[in-house]
Structures are given as C-alpha cells and as structure tokens.
C-alpha cells in the first residue's frame, strides 16, 4: 500500500507539472486560459489581481469525482471573495487524493485597483502533503499577479507563481515556477476570447486557446484547447436567480476524460 501511495505520488506530479487539472469549471472548460480573464473567486489560484474586478460577494464549490477515471484522484475545492472598500479579499481550500495520498492547499488572496486599467494582486499558498506511513510536509508559496485593459474591450493579464522559489523536503527540490501571460478579447458583450502562454520553467511553453458564448444571461457554452501535452476542453453553465451550475471536462490524449462540476452563488 505504501508503494501504491509512492507511485501515485510520483505520477501526479508528473502528470500535473504538465496537465494542470485546474479549479473551477470557467476555467477548465476555457483550457485554463484564465490569466486575462480570472472574472470569479477562483482568481486566487489563477490571478490574484482578477480579484479586484469581483463587484459583489461570491462562494463557489468545485468537486472533481475522479480524474482521468482513477477513483482515488478526486478533488474537492471551495472558493470564495467579497469586496471592500480597500480591495478585494479571496480565499479557496482544495483537498485532493485519498487516505493513502492526499494534498491539502489553502489560498489567501487579495487584489486591488490601481485605477480604472489596472490591478494588481497576490497570494499566498500553504499546501500539506501526506503520505501514508511516511508523515507530512508543509509547502509556502506566492504569486503575484497583473490584470488590465489598455484598450477597450481588451485586457492583458500577467502572473508569476512561486516568486518565492520554495522548496519542499530535506533535499529542498524546488517546487514550480511558472509564468503566465494572457489577453482576452470581448468584442461584443456576451463573448470572450481568450489566449495564454504558460512557461513552466523546467518544461516547454504551453499554449491555450478559449472562447464563451453567453446566451440570454443565464446560458454560456465554453470551449479550450492547449498543447504539451494536446488537450480538448468544453463546458456549460445555467444561471438560476443567484446560483449558477457549471459543467466543464477535458480530454488527455492518453489518459482520457475528465469531469468536473461547479455550484456557485453570487
């Protein structure tokens, strides 16, 4: 049982490195091209400074059942922000894998306007990893984030994860840094268009490629697609008076579909 704990230990983080399962169906369903957009909660864990354009509190809850239909790869995430008259605070929990492995990761996040372009934000992370009969370890972390809109309809969002280049075990391996550059463009209200460059830097770039369709306030269908490795993304969401109910999933080329599911309030 140990071993298996291992095996997947070591598998996850080859697998995530390059496949992030990402947090929140928005997101997921747009191929997690989120950094120009990050217009919910979860711009705590995509960009921070996307906090500040939240207008009214929001809570959401995000549930993972199995990914890549392993059972024991499940993911049950909660986010949450409200704003304030000096910025905007956000927060999320995330639990991921079963007894004999699991991840716990907590975000603090806080983003504010600068003025009517810009926004700045950050956040920082405490993650436990817990291997069974191994014990656990504590991981820090903290990112920070550029969101603006230098020309009407179009924002160009920027986030550096890991600045603090932290280390995780005695041999202090250097967890991932990442850099993240985006737009979105929305020509018309109802429509976005996203793009993103994703720069892991120990791994090739990542491309991502998004786009959501609003209909009649209360519908929008979603699509993404992104390389390294080639991934399909697609998703929906209903609005019902403050409660919106999400739908997203996305296909890996060798290790098949995942789902996820979102229920938000706002």
């Not at 605070?89 to 007894?99: D, M």
């Not at 991932?176 to 460059?197: H, K, N, T």
């Amino acid at each position: 049982m140990k071993a298996l704990a291992l095996f997947l230990l070591v598998s996850f983080t080859v697998v995530s490195a390059q496949d992030n399962n990402g947090r929140g169906v928005k997101a997921t369903s747009l191929a997690n091209a989120f950094v120009a957009l990050a217009d919910n909660s979860w711009a705590v864990a995509y960009n921070p400074a996307g906090l500040a354009r939240i207008t009214s509190p929001e809570i959401s809850v995000f549930f993972v059942p199995q990914q890549f239909g392993i059972p024991e790869l499940r993911t049950v995430s909660l986010s949450g922000a409200w704003k304030t008259s000096y910025g905007t605070p956000g927060a999320s929990v995330e639990q991921f894998g079963f007894e004999l492995y699991r991840t716990t990761d907590i975000r603090l996040g806080y983003g504010l306007s600068l003025d009517s372009i810009v926004n700045i934000g950050a956040t920082v992370n405490v993650g436990q990893i817990s291997i069974a009969g191994y014990g656990a370890t504590h991981t820090y972390t903290v990112d920070v984030g550029l969101l603006g809109e230098p020309v009407h309809n179009v924002a160009i969002g920027f986030c550096a994860r890991n600045v603090s280049a932290a280390t995780i075990g005695k041999d202090r391996e250097r967890l991932p840094q990442y850099l993240l550059l985006g737009i979105c463009y929305r020509p018309f209200d109802g429509f976005s268009l996203v793009s993103e460059a994703e720069k892991d830097l120990e791994f090739p770039l990542v491309l991502k490629t998004g786009l959501e369709q609003r209909f009649f306030e209360f519908l929008s269908f979603r699509c993404g697609v992104s390389n390294n490795p080639d991934k399909f993304s697609a998703g929906i969401a209903v609005r019902c008076s403050v409660f919106e109910f999400g739908y997203a999933g996305y296909s890996h080329p060798e290790l098949g579909w995942t789902h996820q599911i979102e229920i938000s309030m706002r």
